[in-house]
């Protein structure tokens, strides 16, 4: 595959063609926050913390860089103070959903982002879709999804398929960044199919 | 209907259409467009069609049923040729007069436009205010076309220009003339359509797809449809010769599901050319051959959006994608694909009949050709309205829409609907133009024209479209999602009087980073309505914060 050379921050990375913007820089060992972005994942774009600057045939743009391609000569900027406005703005948002998750009080520090600047609305889920992704790519399972769409999005456990699935591989709550997906499945668990509580307690 | 294998043919078939119609014979031309049809203006055709059968009159004469006249406020229409005698809220009742009338060459009075003001009547259509101000080069023909009958279209010179591309152009021509014409995207973005074609056109692919976009979701629009439903070949007639240029064998048309009026009108449509031999394999004996699918949206907004748009005709639910990639280049199935709207492809057939320069030179420098505008809202004559670029907003909204009822002061002009942005009566000077427009905030979007008096509430406003928009947001990414329900939340608190210290400054973060961060174009413009609010109306969404919600 051929060679590609592109700039971030200032230093140049080269990587193969087809590589993300947020592989490079991975690779590069320069850090972009991400909340949505998983390795055994298809890159989803729905959380846009991973949004950067870049600079390609004289314009400057705000892209994911968890999907944008790299190409040759691009010149990206991985903090500016859109950038970290962008981020701050995004944290607050989700900070109203779940002010306590560990990934979003750190970011929260890191940016500046305020926890309580917009109204509270408590769900705990922030909607990345990791759960919902990972078990239909990896388990091609299809037991949690996503239900109606915008401002009322959520996930839900398909209680027939999840009392069928779900006991055996759990393997979502771990990547869950607010323990949503876990207390959905309880729930699930406790109206659909009350009484199968698992002995032991929940993989780490 | 025959099956024409030349341009001779087809010219041999127009003169025989031509020397059948007497134009001496009046032609009573009823209205069956959205509007009027709701004001049952069936009736109003079936009292003609019943009065002329009583009477014995089928061979003095012709009664149609057409498509949107435009003057929507004051339907049903019915307009008389020759003469283009406009009446006005007809009713069954009036139908044994107006025959009357026409039979004898004389004018029914009471029907008449009537000048609010002075009395005076208007009797022809280039009399009457609302129409008198426009370039009616679009919509025109429609109260001429009977939309199921291509004969009527032929009659007024349809598909010639699809010969002259197929017979006298090269592909290259054709696409040069549409270049040169500076023709530009009227589905919202203002794209120039030539460059457009030819990325499709150059981009390697096994097979290219042109689209037309009818899916017109935008609230307070409805002029796609009036085009579309009341002269649906003339869209495919540019969708055709838009395929030759691109080199493209196979198009879609994807409308809207719930009307089934244009649903009925494009089917027709579509076999009618594919019996005449202007749509199928070897289209007029050229050797160039065209299919076309007709899709249906699945009757959310976003599937308006271009490559959701694409999804949804791939069978895929209507998700946006984010667009690293150009549907042009990678569109349906991953091949080119080049999608533009209904208006859009109307404007081709003339562009190659009439040429480029003709075209250019009705419009502004950056703005060509004519607009269709969906007039509503406080205006007295509401409607769809055709006017040339560089029409000045007071002329729209006061020469033909009428001005405000009730004597009210005009407080502002929203285009764009949820998309767009409010500018305020200071700025109706500002010319009907895509920049100028995207300039001040309130760029044309598909030509929806909403026109608010003294009395409208700004963060009412606000509230209202973003209230629409967030039941059509998908819901994937967090700025779209979020900052929607956020900047909902903050807007009903104002209205509601419970505003705080700091929601200017919250609405102004969610707006900005809205703007710039979201994963589709429903996103990044959802706060766009927003945005012109902070520019022109602070003051008011300062007061209705201080105060505790609207001063009434
Ligand atoms: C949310 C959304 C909805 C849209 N809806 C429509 C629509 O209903 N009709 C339309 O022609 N374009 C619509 N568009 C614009 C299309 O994406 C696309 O730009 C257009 O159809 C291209 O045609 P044009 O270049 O001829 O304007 C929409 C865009 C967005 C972001
Ligand atoms: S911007 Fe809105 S509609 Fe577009 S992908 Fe994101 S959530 Fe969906
Ligand atoms: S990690 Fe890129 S959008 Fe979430």
Request: charged share 25%; glycine share 12%.
């Amino acid at each position: 595959m051929s060679e590609i050379v592109l700039q971030i921050d200032g230093r140049d990375v080269a990587v193969s063609a087809g590589t993300t913007v947020l592989q490079a820089a991975q690779q590069a060992g320069i850090r972009i926050p991400t909340l949505c972005h998983h390795e055994k994942l298809e890159p989803y774009g729905g959380c846009r913390l991973c949004m950067v600057e870049v600079e390609a045939r004289g314009r400057t743009s705000y892209v994911v860089s968890c999907l944008y391609p790299v190409e040759q000569g691009l010149v990206v900027r991985t903090r500016s103070d859109k950038v970290d406005m962008i981020r701050r703005v995004i944290l607050e948002e989700l900070m109203a959903h779940a002010p306590d998750a560990p990934e979003l009080v750190r970011l929260a520090r890191e940016y500046g982002a305020d926890r309580d600047r917009f109204e509270k609305e408590a769900s705990f889920c922030v909607l990345c879709g990791l759960c919902v992704r990972y078990c239909a790519e990896v388990k091609g399972k299809h037991a949690v999804g996503f239900i109606d769409s915008g401002a009322a999005r959520e996930i839900g456990f398909v209680p027939e398929l999840a009392a069928k699935e779900c006991w055996d591989c759990q393997e979502c709550f771990a990547l869950c960044p607010t323990s949503y997906a876990q207390a959905a499945y309880l729930l699930t668990e406790a109206l659909a199919f009350p009484g199968r509580r698992k002995a032991h307690s929940r993989p780490a | 209907m025959p099956r024409l294998h030349s341009a001779v043919e087809l010219e041999e078939f127009r003169a025989g259409i031509l020397a059948a119609r007497d134009p001496a014979r009046p032609c009573i031309a009823v209205c069956g467009g959205a509007a009027c049809g709701g004001l049952d203006s069936a009736a109003v055709a079936g009292a003609f069609a019943a009065e002329i059968g009583r009477q014995g009159l089928e061979a003095r004469l012709d009664l149609k049923t057409t498509g949107c006249h435009g003057f929507c406020e004051k339907g049903p229409n019915v307009v008389v040729s020759p003469g283009d005698v406009c009446y006005f809220e007809v009713r069954p009742e009036d139908v044994p007069d107006v025959v009357a009338c026409t039979l004898r060459g004389e004018v029914l009075d009471r029907l008449l436009w009537t000048c609010p003001d002075t009395g005076r009547k208007a009797v022809h259509m280039d009399e009457v205010p609302f129409y008198r101000h426009q370039t009616r080069i679009l919509i025109g023909d429609n109260p001429r076309i009977d939309p199921t009958r291509i004969d009527d279209y032929l009659a007024l010179g349809g598909y010639a220009a699809l010969a002259k591309a197929l017979f006298e152009m090269s592909p290259e021509q054709v696409l040069d003339e549409v270049k040169k014409a500076q023709l530009r995207g009227r589905g919202g973005g203002g794209f120039p359509a030539g460059s457009k074609w030819e990325t499709t056109r150059n981009a390697p692919g096994d097979e290219k797809y042109v689209i037309v976009n009818g899916h017109e979701g935008e609230p307070g629009a409805f002029m796609d449809r009036a085009l579309f439903t009341g002269n649906p070949h003339k869209v495919l007639e540019g969708l055709i010769i838009g395929a030759y240029a691109i080199g493209s064998h196979r198009g879609f048309v994807y409308t809207r599901h719930d009307s089934p009026q244009l649903i009925r009108h494009v089917r027709t449509a579509l076999a009618q050319a594919e019996e005449c031999g202007l749509l199928g394999e070897d289209i007029l004996g050229s050797g160039f051959g065209f299919h076309v699918e007709l899709h249906f949206d699945v009757g959310i907004f976003v599937s308006g959006e271009s490559s959701a748009l694409m999804r949804s005709i791939e069978g895929h639910p209507p998700e946006p994608r984010p667009k690293y990639i150009r549907t042009s280049v990678a569109g349906i199935r991953d091949q080119p694909s080049n999608l533009n709207n209904v208006e859009t492809w109307a404007n081709v057939p003339q562009i190659i009949g009439r040429g480029a320069a003709w075209y250019a030179g009705i419009g502004t420098e950056r703005s060509k050709g004519t607009k269709l505008v969906s007039l509503s809202g406080n205006v007295v004559n509401g409607g769809v309205a055709e006017v040339p670029m560089g029409t000045p907003l007071r002329t729209l909204v006061y020469d033909i829409g009428g001005g405000v009822p009730s004597g009210k002061a005009l407080k502002a002009v929203h285009f764009g609907g949820p998309m767009g942005g409010s500018i305020p009566a200071s700025l109706l000077d500002a010319p009907l133009d895509f920049d100028e427009l995207s300039r001040l905030g309130a760029p044309i979007g598909a030509g929806g024209m909403l026109v608010m008096d003294e009395d409208t509430d700004m963060v009412e406003v606000a509230r209202y479209l973003l209230d629409f928009l967030t039941t059509e947001s998908c819901g994937k990414c967090v700025p779209c999602r979020e900052g929607m329900r956020q900047s909902l939340k903050i807007l009903t608190n104002i209205t509601q009087g419970r505003g705080k210290d700091g929601d200017l400054g919250r609405l102004d973060d969610l707006s900005t980073v809205t703007g710039l961060a979201c994963l589709c174009a429903l996103g990044r413009t959802s706060a766009d309505p927003l945005k012109s609010m902070l520019r022109y109306f602070k003051d008011e969404y300062e007061g209705q914060i201080a105060g505790g919600g609207a001063a009434k």
